[in-house]
């Protein structure tokens, strides 16, 4: 079962990508173009995650991210990410199976999961409207909450917000609902379609 919904995610991905960037063998993938500038202070450690990063899904319609499409990228945590979407897929097609517990992983340090956000336009991915990321700190960081920094930019790469759960904008934008998934380290990975950034 889990293998459908794998293919599922794949080619909804591919259908989704195609039918609003349709390109010719000449055009770049519509994940080489750089839509987001990062800023200034995040430059060195994310400029250019479209065509240097792993890209973990397609653009993907999320109802748990303001309903809007979204990308997601990750420097290093590829292996973490996917064995906590197979897990829970695992679970969730037989949540009462008490032997099939879930065995989530956790991020190493440095790790950094990207998430771009596009408006939804006709059923579509629309025009860039932000970045968000979780970047993994060190164990004194924020240990009640994974130790992870979230960040969210506009496209000029403007930061909105910056900081940990201590910090009320990000509690009530961001690391609240993270809490609901602290057993997966903090990340929902809910979407998987094993694509690489240069694909």
């Not at 409207?129 to 403007?158: C, H």
Request: hydrophobic fraction near 30%; include cysteine.
């Amino acid at each position: 079962m889990w293998n459908l919904i794998k293919i599922f995610s794949f080619t909804l991905a591919f259908f989704a990508c195609h039918s609003v960037y349709g390109q010719s063998a000449n055009e770049k993938s519509p994940y080489q173009v750089e839509l987001f500038d990062t800023p200034a202070a995040f430059h060195e450690s994310l400029q250019h995650y479209r065509s240097q990063w792993l890209r973990l899904t397609g653009f993907e319609y999320s109802g748990l991210h303001w309903n809007q499409f979204i990308s997601v990228y990750t420097n290093t945590g590829e292996e973490t990410y996917k064995n906590n979407y197979l897990q829970y897929i695992r679970w969730y097609e037989d949540p009462d199976d008490e032997e099939n517990e879930p065995v989530y992983t956790t991020y190493p340090e440095g790790a950094v999961i990207l998430k771009e956000n596009f408006a939804s336009e006709n059923g579509k991915p629309g025009m860039p409207i932000s970045v968000t990321a979780m970047i993994k700190r060190g164990n004194n960081y924020d240990p009640s909450n994974g130790n992870w920094e979230y960040l969210q930019f506009d496209p000029k790469g403007n930061i909105l917000l910056q900081g940990n759960s201590s910090n009320e904008l990000v509690a009530e934008t961001c690391a609240n609902c993270h809490r609901h998934v602290d057993g997966r380290d903090y990340i929902f990975s809910q979407i998987f379609s094993t694509l690489r950034s240069d694909e």
